[in-house]
């Protein structure tokens, strides 16, 4: 089958973009009829161009042999180098001014270029485009064995994929859907050979605006042709300057940052605000690094946390954690982490769970999710008073201890890896406060307004930061601001790898002096890369725009409180059914169920929990595949799809994007219904 | 001045390439001229696209109003979303038959669309262009303040950077060379307000093919348009699958590798190539991580390496390498680092400089660069011997430490960050010997082909790998596999950050089994990120290519001996001119000068050496800015410009591009020469 699109590749559809991105989601090889006019190189080129920026393959270029400008020798050549090949055909005759003879002269024109036996220009082309299509068949089927045999993946166990069709094989993907190819899926109830699924991870966290989003293809490009990447110590260019403005000052920085770090990962970025609290302490507690203060009092600086944190896969990243079934034989828990109350759904009703170590009393019923993350008027409950006894007595306790605490590290209201653990946000006020403002740490308090006091406070946001649970930054939710804070993942939109750093003065200061080896002497080749950053910028533009555009809101409409039809500017809400989220709550094989903003997080009830508990895979693993309903699809093209989604042991969770239309999340809702419930 | 173009943005210039190509050095704003007939919007759109993917800034288009396709319609509103003023201006009459009458109309037509009360759209565009050049050198001129203000640079020490001028503003960059605004520069021999810098650096070591290369921009964003970003885990792609299977079989893997692991930066692979080690050798020695063998006994797990060692930021890869400046609070310094022998040109003579704990003869002459690195040439000699019997005895020495080794790191032939040390490689090469058969390790000692044996032996190739040292692998010049290795910098062709991490079958294993707490459990949202993936692809086709131009045989025929006149394929070579070297280093102000590949290091005879040193940076800092001169400057546009370079206290080091142009490689060094010997 062929499909014959109208005008240029971007002649205007009635949906108001254009064709490229239009028939975009249905991914078909492509054959680029070129223009074999003056000016013809450059269109046939640049139509080329636009297409390549949407990830279309383009098989062949067929235009006219026109022997005046012969655009198709120049082009053959041009884009052999690319690897596409070029067809020139003869050009049809001069319209004739007798009909008949005009009939005639086409009929004879076309049995030219047709002949019967099958040799000519056409003919070539066709088997060229057969032996495409045979070759990227022939490609797809192959790679996942090729994959088992070169690929080491992360976090991934190769004793448990063994076989070609345990490996995901993406062809390519848009909006929130992967294309995979199911060749060896002998369970697909799909007839094609490619079958889309619903992207559940987010890709790994990362994905906010959908798979292959224009902008920020043309976003990279531009950044790329303008800059490639450009040293950055003591230098500067456009879109690392705007995008470190916007953060400080209007982004999650705003009200307290002044400075900008980048580098590649949010595991890097944490080590970076390690870095940086350790020496603003070690500054103010001990007369800085460099003043003769013995190593092994710096080495025995630590961190103070929470039980279930994790920053990231590097070493010093994850020595600000405990030990776990993460860390590497060099890891050594350099800190002390409290164990911390949490919230969730339960049978339906929003209930915080204390921890024997905190109270007696182990569940607490809440008013409602909305009133949970209302700090304001947790503070007047009891709770409160029994956070603060608790978290002041063991800092007491810590006093003595071997290490000296130098930073508090917190992923705000939820921690991720750490299995989707989402932990009161009273709590973790609290222990901001008292960190801030008791006498547990008398040799650093401050009273100087911006300045750091107590240790200095890191959020790590890698995760939580840049509305994936709803809010551009938690950080009102917490009514608190950092001293340094980490933003990664969502940052970059989902494309390219970058993370920032954002630092108070109070800390920057601690760096500055006219001595080198005071510096913060830390960075990456690529740090600030201008493809990264100026991603970054068309990725927050673009979400900004989303967040004003009114599309949440009558997902925001649901999540408010019965008395309001509209959610106050702090409210909690979730792009998942608040109904949706109470019924599966009260399904037996469900412990309990949690959601913010684009996430929903499922603990499957299971005695053998934790990290290596396989609970959770098994019991969703069939809706991996497509199931064939009466349904229609809502998907681009209509397919029945699957769902790809990841565990952390027991805990299975789904991740949308800022922009996943509605009918998507309901269908993606329904499956999971029916899966857990049957 | 107004620069008219011919013919399409894509239209063939004389010398092969399109216009875009052809003029991107100049970086001019742009006008772009669209079209107003059938098919006139998809071809406007496709041209601004082409004119994107080459970083050209578009002020405004302008195209007829014509009246029945009305182009100007959509593309107002489809521009206006980009940013982009579209002014729809009168269409010409159409042609009279009349000669006479044809002029007539045609002055009238001029006339209307220049009406003398200055209105109408060619005036209003003329005004918004004005108010985009006004706007484009305000924004240059405040991006030094801003920055200033709001970004913190990675091994910077702000203290020392305080004033506008001191702030390089990279307004562009093409090839080898950044655009600077240099308003603030009152040294500047320029009358342009842009003025052109040879990116010395090789933008931080990361540049291997000139900067804005449009065949990797494409590669960017036909990843982008394709995928966006796919998680990872269980998952393939091609452009993941490709780039692992060519390191692994082609590339720097080629006869011992079998696995890839991706990561973003040279930091987090090295960080994964020492949970592999220390791992595997865990497994080994003591039966595994997981097997209940004390967490201190795994601590106390160590490397062995060279003073001088440097493997990236991140807290983990700093405790393989010794305390130093670069150092942060929580390092700990986990191993044994050797002093190694140095190569290097003094005199005009090659020296290999013996550490005093090796011998007491400290400088041994040479024949020849080449000779020197001729390991099967250098076995034959006495030091060989001598390297030997100090490596055994230290390590015999090293058996009764705290530290049990458990991996040997090395970065092979330079250690870069360290401050471009050109390790003896016979010394190296003997050290891996010895670890691998001696009985300084006798419980993990193999005899199996394949098998790590002694030590997994780490190399560090993040620097010099992929034909940094002209080698697209340094391992033939050492004459023996490691178990792992990292690479990344040009890996990604000076684009975008990413990291691969290969290890051998051995190493794989012993991740290898049922339970997934024996896994790898390391990976970073980005893994294998297809952008990063498909630019590295390209990146390296674009060396590969280039590696067999012929390009660079005249500079290794200026390297080989003088009894041949090609170089062997093992011989070292240099893009920098053997005389020139040889000549620098007999400057009394040059203590050694050292070159392999794209590297020129000069160390400056200072007797306050090391990081904190700025005797480079003084004797060298007016090359950054362009000097008037009779010499056609031979960098497109032909302005004198500026040598961007970057020192390591007090060496100075100067890197080229793969393909940078003998006659700037010439420009340079006649630079160096003219500033170090005045």
């Known amino acids: 089958m062929y499909v014959e699109t109208a005008g240029g590749v971007h002649s205007p559809t009635l949906s108001g973009t254009t064709q490229l991105d239009s028939y975009r989601p249905l991914f078909l090889p492509t054959i680029l009829i070129g223009d074999s006019r003056l000016g013809g190189i450059s269109s046939t080129i640049s139509s080329y161009e636009s297409l390549v920026l949407r990830g279309y393959i383009v098989d062949a270029i067929l235009l006219f042999r026109d022997e005046y400008y012969r655009n198709w020798e120049y082009l053959s050549s041009y884009f052999a180098e690319k690897g596409v090949q070029v067809h020139a055909v003869d050009p049809p005759p001069a319209k004739h001014t007798d009909n008949n003879t005009n009939i005639q002269l086409t009929e004879q024109f076309y049995w030219k270029i047709v002949p019967s036996n099958n040799q000519g220009t056409i003919f070539d082309t066709v088997r060229h485009l057969d032996i495409c299509h045979t070759q990227r068949l022939e490609e797809l089927d192959s790679m996942p064995r090729r994959t088992l045999d070169t690929i080491w993946w992360p976090f991934v166990q190769h004793g448990h994929v063994k076989t070609e069709k345990d490996v995901t094989v993406i062809d390519s993907a848009s909006g929130d859907v992967f294309s995979l190819y199911n060749g060896h899926n002998t369970e697909s109830s799909t007839p094609s050979l490619l079958e889309p699924q619903f992207d559940g991870s987010a890709s790994w966290w990362t994905q906010a605006v959908g798979h292959a989003h224009p902008a920020l293809t043309m976003a990279a490009a531009q950044a790329a042709g303008r800059y490639g990447h450009v040293m950055f110590p003591e230098a500067t260019h456009l879109p690392a300057l705007k995008l470190a403005e916007r953060l400080v000052k209007f982004g999650p920085g705003r009200g307290w940052a002044s400075r900008a770090f980048f580098s590649d990962d949010g595991s890097t970025g944490m080590e970076v605000a390690l870095k940086m609290a350790l020496r603003a302490f070690a500054v103010r507690e001990q007369g800085g690094l460099k003043s003769g203060i013995g190593m092994e009092k710096r080495r025995g600086l630590g961190v103070l946390g929470l039980k279930g944190s994790y920053h990231g896969d590097t070493i010093g990243a994850m020595d600000a954690c405990e030990e776990g079934v993460y860390t590497s034989e060099w890891h050594e828990a350099k800190g002390f982490w409290l164990d911390p109350p949490t919230i ?84 973790q006020r609290i222990l901001i406060d008292v960190v801030r403002s008791s006498n547990a740490f008398p ?144 399904l037996p094989c469900v412990g309990e169920v949690m959601t913010l903003g684009t996430v929903l997080s499922i603990k499957i009830a299971d005695d053998t929990a934790g990290y290596q508990s396989h609970s959770a895979q098994k019991l969703l693993d069939v809706i991996k595949s497509s199931e064939n309903t009466e349904d229609v699809s809502p998907i681009p093209g209509g397919s029945p799809f699957g ?36």
Chains 1, 2 share one sequence.
């Open 443 to 586: 040799g650093t308090l401050s009273t100087t307004p911006g300045e750091w006091s107590g240790l200095p406070v890191i959020f790590d946001e890698v995760f939580v930061g840049l509305y994936r649970l709803g809010f551009e930054s938690i950080i009102p939710l917490l009514g608190v601001f950092p001293d340094i804070s980490v933003n990664a993942k969502i940052l970059t939109g989902g494309l390219v790898p970058m993370a920032v750093t954002l630092a108070s003065d109070s800390i920057f200061k601690a760096f500055y002096s006219e001595k080198k080896v005071d510096a913060l002497l830390h960075g990456h080749s690529y740090t600030a890369y201008p493809v990264g950053c100026e991603v970054a910028n068309e990725a927050l533009n673009v979400i900004e725009k989303l967040s004003k555009s009114g599309e949440w809101e009558e997902a925001k409409a649901r999540w408010a409180s019965p008395q309001e039809t509209k959610l106050q500017s702090n409210g909690v809400w979730s792009f998942w059914d608040p109904d949706f989220v109470s019924e599966l709550s009260k």
């Open 344 to 427: 969730s759904v339960r049978n339906g009703q929003t209930v915080i769970s204390v921890p024997p170590s905190i109270s007696a009393e182990s569940e607490v019923e809440t008013q409602s999710l909305g009133w949970t993350y209302d700090i304001t008027e947790r503070f007047k409950t009891p709770l409160a008073a029994v956070y603060r006894q608790h978290i002041e007595s063991t800092l007491r306790k810590l006093r003595n201890s071997e290490r000296t605490l130098a930073a508090l590290v917190l992923e705000p209201i939820v921690m991720g890896a750490g299995g989707m653990i989402f932990v009161d946000p009273l709590f």
């Open 643 to 678: 769902i790809n989604y990841r565990t952390l042991g027991n805990v299975a969770y789904f991740m949308l994007s800022l922009n996943t239309a509605p009918e998507i999340v309901k269908a993606v809702e329904n499956r999971i219904w029916r899966t857990l419930s049957s």
